[in-house]
T-cell receptor, first 114, second 115 residues
Framework: NAGVTQTPKFRVLKTGQSMTLLCAQDMNHEYMYWYRQDPGMGLRLIHYSVGEGTTAKGEVPDGYNVSRLKKQNFLLGLESAAPSQTSVYFC?????????????FGDGTRLSIL | AQKITQTQPGMFVQEKEAVTLDCTYDTSDPSYGLFWYKQPSSGEMIFLIYQGSYDQQNATEGRYSLNFQKARKSANLVISASQLGDSAMYFCAMRSIFGNEKLTFGTGTRLTIIP
């Protein structure tokens, strides 16, 4: 049981390049989330999805786009990478209604923008 | 809006001692949940313990317990008999029942256990 899988695990980009981070889950969770983690700032929500075909903005959505074409996948895209987007990105999944259940996190993607 | 405050950027604790990590929160929601996660140096986020706002008793999970004081809006994590493997970043997080289950995180506390 893989749980939540993020690919790639590491990536270095040049300013202006584009890329897509993939989050795949086999837990049949309805909700999926993308967070970024920066030193001294904890995790901040970028975008999230409450179900297949739906997405919504989180706390820091600028410069990112997302898509949830299939229930098990949640993609995070950077159209034109900027150095300020250097961060560790975490995907998480959760149930829609069981609020006492924790979100399950992937292992993270470390992204550096030069 | 929800806010989580962790005022201890770093702590050093002797092995086998108990340690308390502070977390205060602010919310206007009537119903919410509080979570603690551990992040070791390897980077993954590990769920430790949960406390619901209407739970009558403080949550416990093995060596972890949550000192929940609703009137003070605090949810401190207590680790008993600390071990070297407890050295990690610890994050307090809140989820509103009405907020599409989104988590709001604090800035974390880096705990170092000294042998």
């Amino acid at each position: 049981n893989a749980g939540v899988t993020q690919t790639p695990k590491f990536r270095v980009l040049k300013t202006g390049q584009s890329m897509t981070l993939l989050c795949a889950q086999d837990m049949n969770h309805e909700y999926m989330y993308w967070y970024r983690q920066d030193p001294g700032m904890g995790l901040r929500l970028i975008h999230y999805s409450v179900g297949e075909g739906t997405t919504a903005k989180g706390e820091v959505p600028d410069g990112y786009n997302v898509s949830r074409l299939k229930k098990q996948n949640f993609l995070l895209g950077l159209e034109s990478a900027a150095p300020s987007q250097t961060s560790v990105y975490f995907c998480a999944t959760g149930w829609a209604s069981d609020s006492n259940q924790p979100q399950h996190f992937g292992d993270g993607t470390r992204l550096s923008i030069l | 809006a929800q806010k989580i405050t962790q005022t201890q950027p770093g702590m050093f604790v002797q092995e086998k001692e108990a340690v308390t990590l502070d977390c205060t929160y602010d919310t206007s929601d009537p119903s919410y949940g509080l979570f603690w996660y551990k992040q070791p140096s390897s980077g993954e986020m590990i769920f430790l313990i949960y406390q619901g706002s209407y739970d009558q008793q403080n949550a416990t999970e093995g060596r972890y317990s949550l000192n929940f004081q609703k009137a003070r809006k605090s949810a401190n994590l207590v680790i008993s008999a600390s071990q070297l493997g407890d050295s990690a970043m610890y994050f307090c997080a809140m989820r509103s029942i009405f907020g599409n289950e989104k988590l709001t995180f604090g800035t974390g506390t880096r705990l170092t256990i000294i042998p």
